[in-house]
């Protein structure tokens, strides 16, 4: 079984950074395309950024040019480099690999969608 572990939220003052890690486990033997998303209080869950398997990365507008997404096959673990960041990046940050997005060791990619159980992120002065 398939498991995300998220790591690195924290309390943040505005124009802080943070690094987000997401740790796949269970028989992954690498990453091709994962994304990160975040869920604010009241507002629906949404797309921060993706990374694909060629390595193309795509960021929401809000984050572009503040954030970085990266991944460590060699560790299975996808990063989430968070800079300049502002109190409406508040919210829990959760990993998805969706269906096709690991390798495993049965040497075909997973059939199911997999999120992590999300990271909690708080800017605020």
């Known amino acids: 079984q398939v498991q995300l572990v998220e790591s690195g939220g924290d309390l943040e003052q505005p124009g802080g950074s943070l690094r987000l890690s997401c740790a796949a486990s269970?028989?992954?033997?690498?990453?091709?395309?994962m994304g990160w998303y975040r869920q604010a209080p009241g507002k629906q869950r949404e797309l921060v950024a993706e990374i694909t398997e060629e390595g193309t990365t795509n960021y929401a507008d809000a984050v572009k040019g503040r954030f970085t997404i990266s991944r460590d096959n060699a560790k299975n673990t996808l990063y989430l480099q968070m800079n300049n960041l502002k109190p409406e990046d508040t919210a829990v940050y959760y990993c998805?690999?969706?269906?096709?997005?690991?390798?495993?060791?049965?040497?075909?990619?997973?059939?199911?969608?997999?999120w992590g159980q999300g990271t909690q992120v708080t800017v605020s002065s």
């Open positions: 269970g028989q992954v033997v690498s990453i091709n395309y």
């Open positions: 998805n690999a969706p269906p096709g997005g690991l390798n495993m060791a049965t040497g075909w990619p997973n059939d199911n969608d997999y």
